[in-house]
């Protein structure tokens, strides 16, 4: 794995997550009935950060769960004779809420039906949104972001790797190539 280009940085990372939070807003005229939800691991970071920049321009707090997708993948088999599974947390209700899937990166679109699955047990929301740090492009599903930071077209070959802060030590985005 040999690391190609950045296409983010702390500085332009951050400034793509008030965007998006600008733009949940704009989208559902303010903070009521708002909700976000990340999907683990780094979903749920951004979900974080999103929520602090809404709480920066807006003033007011939404909630924040963490959705663990594990048990509802359609590769369970082929990951792992036995799969880690991580906490749900979400301790408020979503219905008739306006829910903000938050994940790092769109792909294939499979993370995100399983998200949907696993989200749909917890209740009925009025709407479920999608936010994305990044959208590589390459879906398998008919899934499109509703907030996207950066659009980044990618060669099947690579992966985007997003590195933040909670859990690498920095805040980046890189395409790193396989090695051939």
Not at 130 to 136: E, K
Request: proline share 3%; glycine share 6%.
């Amino acid at each position: 794995m040999k690391e190609k280009a950045k296409i983010l940085d702390a500085e332009t990372l951050n400034r793509s997550l008030m965007r998006i939070a600008h733009e949940i807003l704009e989208k559902n005229k303010g903070t009521a009935e708002l909700c976000l939800i990340g999907i683990r691991n780094r979903g749920v970071y951004l979900a974080q950060r999103l929520a602090g920049c809404i709480k920066k321009i807006e003033g007011q707090d939404v909630p924040v769960g963490a959705l663990d997708i594990t048990l509802y993948r359609d590769d369970l088999t082929m990951i792992s004779q036995q799969p880690v599974v991580h906490k749900t947390e979400i301790s408020f209700g979503i219905d008739d809420k306006f829910v903000v899937l938050v994940d790092d990166v769109l792909y294939t679109g499979r993370t995100i039906r399983a998200a949907l699955d696993a989200l749909i047990d917890f209740g009925r929301p009025k709407a479920i949104q999608l936010a994305v740090l990044v959208d590589r492009g390459h879906r398998e599903l008919p899934v499109r972001a509703d907030f996207v930071g950066k659009n980044i077209p990618t060669a099947k070959n690579e992966t985007v790797e997003v590195r933040l802060k909670e859990t690498d030590g920095q805040d980046e985005v890189v395409i790193v190539s396989k090695d051939e």
